[in-house]
């Protein structure tokens, strides 16, 4: 498994990864996003929405229904898992039928549905550091996932930490 590490001083750092994310991911990648209530997961995903195009101002949490689409230059999903209650409810949903698609999908608090996404995902756990400082750690079981990070590392050189294989 294969890890990246960036450290987010300010939120145009944030950005910075988010536009990095939106140039490397691979049409079709499913990234689980992963941290506590504020570290910081929509942040990304709207970072991320505006390197594919999307206005910012669009791109909300989708907590109470719990997946929304969006289209730009690339199209994305965002689904939020933080009111399924099981893995069950989830598949219920049919959310499944994302992972086929070519969407760039990236589910909030991924880590209560692990079980249900596919194995080649990319696992983001933010941890905050302080008012709008961020630890980013980025891994995947994916092998294509190290010349995703070397790429991605390579925009955001100022903002790597330890990266180890």
């Known amino acids: 498994m294969?890890?990246?590490?960036?450290t987010a001083r300010s939120l145009a750092?944030?950005?910075?990864?988010?536009q990095a994310l939106?140039?490397?991911?691979?049409?079709?990648?499913?990234?689980?996003?992963?941290?506590?209530?504020?570290?910081?997961?929509?942040?990304?995903?709207?970072?991320?929405?505006?390197g594919c195009g999307?206005?910012?101002?669009l791109v909300v949490s989708p907590t109470f229904v719990l997946c929304r689409s969006y289209q730009g230059r690339r199209s994305l999903t965002h689904i939020d898992a933080y009111r399924i209650h099981d893995n069950d409810e989830f598949l219920e949903l049919g959310i499944d039928e994302y992972f086929e698609?070519?969407?760039?999908?990236?589910?909030?608090?991924?880590?209560r549905v692990a079980e249900c996404l596919p194995?080649?995902?990319?696992?983001?756990t933010i941890d905050i550091l302080g008012?709008?400082?961020?630890l980013f750690q980025f891994d995947s079981?994916?092998?294509g996932f190290d010349a995703i990070a070397a790429a991605i590392g390579s925009d955001c050189q100022h903002l790597i930490g330890p990266t180890t294989g």
């Open 2 to 6: 294969s890890t990246l590490t960036l």
């Open 13 to 18: 750092d944030t950005d910075v990864i988010g």
């Open 22 to 50: 939106s140039n490397y991911l691979p049409d079709g990648s499913v990234v689980s996003l992963n941290g506590t209530l504020g570290a910081g997961k929509t942040r990304l995903t709207q970072a991320l929405a505006v």
């Open 54 to 57: 999307i206005p910012v101002d």
């Open 101 to 111: 698609s070519t969407d760039i999908t990236l589910i909030e608090w991924g880590e």
């Open 119 to 124: 194995p080649s995902r990319l696992r983001v």
């Open 131 to 134: 008012d709008d400082a961020r």
């Open 141 to 143: 079981a994916d092998p």
